[in-house]
């Protein structure tokens, strides 16, 4: 089996698609060849290209919070899913319904509450 990419490129990969520029005069566009500068500790710089020009706004991606975050999404994910489901299979049991409309709504309530709270994680992020 081949060996996997190191963390960096995913990285780097991750900063050449969130930090592309539109439109913006004071900034170089990207090009395949020329990914961010990285320094030791693997964060990515805000320059761009050889021209070094910023973003306005731009912070060094943390490595550590990018694998938190990737960490946490897991559990954003599957922790309402289950518990809703779970809970909607018990009602649709206890009520003896033929159908399981109870376990559609809980499935349909963790889709809502995980798009609610991956929204207000990924806010502090893009900011």
Known sequence: MP???KAAFFVRLYALIMETPQGNKDT??????????????GNISPKL??????LKGARPIDKAALISLSME?????AIPLVILAL???WGDK??????????LVGILLAIVSTTVWLTKKLKAYIK
């Open 28 to 41: 170089e566009a990207l090009t395949p060849n020329q990914p961010p500068a990285a320094d030791e500790g």
């Open 94 to 103: 206890h009520w003896h319904h033929s159908f399981p409309w109870m376990t």
């Open 3 to 5: 060996p996997l990419p």
């Open 49 to 54: 290209g050889e021209g070094g020009s910023k």
């Open 87 to 89: 809970l909607g299979k």
């Open 73 to 77: 999404l897991g559990y954003i994910i």
